[in-house]
């Protein structure tokens, strides 16, 4: 299921993106969620894509969040519970941390960080290199490269965890999934951190590695010659 709301507008390359990995896609407005004529129990995989739902109104994400939060709890703990999978992109993952979804150390759905204002105080359109992280996310299980490349968009992507208890529990539990990092996998200022993110965090997971959250868009660089310099450099 990629989800979609007013706003969504990464949803058609983010269906491309699981349609060329084998799966087959479906988009549902989360009116249809909400007013039961799609069930999310009928599918294996949640997508919650980028964009700016609902205008970003009073933060990323957030309305949306309390949408799946208030009015979808139920059915989201039972998908849950069966061991299906989640992951949300750029204002997904917004949404996924506003709902308490990401990172739920707790178990109980509440905020435990935020996705705030970037330190450059503007939006951020750039590609920047990600270090993968030893964590539990299934997501990047079998991911080859320990370095990778993608762009980012938003405006709201310092990642920050609520209190500094929370911020070593996402080491120390293996819930740090990719942080920025410069080409050689090294940790670096603006604008190797767009956004000046905690920890240099891009990507987080929750305790069963099964719900995924990242702010750069990997639906975006799928193949060689998306990469701006793929004439120059090849594959």
Same mark, same amino acid.
């Given at each position: ?8 507008? &990464? ?6 993106? +699981? ?21 999310? =129990? ?14 970003? #109104? ?24 069966? @061991? ?5 992109? &750029? ?17 109980? +759905? =509440? ?7 970037? #330190? ?16 539990? &996310? ?45 080409? #050689? @996998? ?18 987080? &997971? ?30």
């Amino acid at each position: 299921m990629i989800l979609r709301a007013a706003g969504t507008n &990464c949803d058609e390359e983010t269906a491309f993106a +699981f349609e060329k990995a084998g799966a087959k896609t479906e988009a549902v407005h989360i009116n249809q969620l909400v007013s039961g004529e799609k069930e999310l =129990k009928n599918y294996q995989i949640l997508a919650i894509p980028g964009g700016f739902t609902y205008g970003d #109104d009073i933060a990323s994400g957030r309305i949306l969040a309390n949408e799946l939060k208030y009015k979808l709890e139920d059915e989201l703990i039972r998908f849950i519970k069966k @061991g299906k999978l989640i992951i949300g992109i &750029c204002n997904g993952f917004q949404i996924l941390v506003k709902a308490g979804l990401l990172p739920n150390l707790s178990g109980e +759905f =509440k905020m435990e960080a935020t996705l705030t204002l970037n #330190d450059s105080a503007r939006f951020e359109d750039r590609w920047v290199y990600l270090k993968k992280a030893d964590s539990k &996310c299934i997501w990047t299980l079998t991911a080859r490269e320990e370095i990778i490349y993608l762009p980012v968009a938003h405006a709201e992507g310092k990642f920050i965890a609520r209190d500094e208890n929370i911020r070593k529990l996402l080491d120390s539990e293996g819930l740090v999934v990719f942080r920025y990092a410069d080409k #050689d @996998g090294n940790p670096g200022t603006y604008p190797v951190n767009p956004n000046g993110s905690a920890d240099n965090i891009a990507g987080i &997971c929750d305790q069963t590695g099964r719900i995924f959250g990242l702010m750069p868009h990997p639906e975006r660089h799928i193949s060689f010659t998306q990469h701006p310099r793929w004439t120059r450099q090849g594959q």
